[in-house]
T-cell receptor, first 114, second 109 residues
Framework: DTAVSQTPKYLVTQMGNDKSIKCEQN?????MYWYKQDSKKFLKIMFS???????INETVPNRFSPKSPDKAHLNLHINSLELGDSAVYFC?????????????FGPGTRLLVL | EDKVVQSPLSLVVHEGDTVTLNCSYE??????LLWYKQEKKAPTFLFML????IEKKSGRLSSILDKKELFSILNITATQTGDSAVYLC?????????FGTGTSLTVIP
């Protein structure tokens, strides 16, 4: 059973388009995250939600808007895509506290903006 | 500013060598230090460390945390080509995970 899943796995689109990436976890975790990993492999947090509430919003353009309809889902919508948005986007979930603080990552979504 | 720094950035070794990867951290509300291995896909969890001086081992990999000096090391003995990957460390402060830039390890046959 997939613990953290993301769709799509690959996304190729033109500049200026709007696209969404979906993430779902079946681990019963309270907290979900979106990370961006650039070509230099640096993993940088973008957003974190705990029980559907936004708790971390790093310096990310407001073209990026996360939405959490329930604690098992955290979707990422990107408006007016730019070339610099090309990266791998990872969703992750974790269960802070109780000694279980590991993060489980989704397989990633490779976004290429042309 | 919270940060995690890894060194070296990259490393090339021959099969059978032993390597030590370093991770130092400066974060508020530190809770744990985590190590991940990333090949071509998503990072996969290796270790979580919360207490100083207690070594965690998994096969040829081991890791230890020093909370006084604020660093951790990841050791890999008798390296194999399958160990080639980027190794990430991250510091957890509750709901936030701060990642280092990673160490890219290449093991040559």
């Amino acid at each position: 059973d997939t613990a953290v899943s993301q769709t799509p796995k690959y996304l190729v689109t033109q500049m200026g388009n709007d696209k969404s990436i979906k993430c779902e976890q079946n681990l019963g975790h309270d907290t979900m995250y979106w990370y961006k990993q650039d070509s230099k492999k640096f993993l940088k947090i973008m957003f974190s939600y705990n029980n559907k509430e936004l708790i971390i919003n790093e310096t990310v353009p407001n073209r990026f808007s996360p939405k959490s309809p329930d604690k098992a889902h955290l979707n990422l919508h990107i408006n007016s895509l730019e070339l610099g948005d090309s990266a791998v986007y990872f969703c992750a979930s974790s269960h802070p506290g109780g000694g279980i603080e590991t993060q489980y990552f989704g397989p990633g979504t490779r976004l290429l903006v042309l | 500013e919270d940060k995690v720094v890894q060194s070296p950035l990259s490393l090339v070794v021959h099969e059978g060598d032993t390597v030590t990867l370093n991770c130092s951290y400066e974060v508020t509300n530190f809770r744990s230090l985590l190590w991940y291995k990333q090949e071509k896909k998503a990072p996969t969890f290796l270790f979580m460390l919360t207490s100083s001086g207690i070594e965690k081992k998994s096969g040829r990999l081991s890791s230890i945390l020093d909370k006084k000096e604020l660093f951790s090391i990841l050791n890999i003995t008798a390296t194999q080509t399958g160990d080639s990957a980027v190794y990430l460390c991250a510091s957890n402060t509750g709901n936030q995970f701060y990642f280092g830039t990673g160490t890219s390890l290449t093991v040559i046959p």
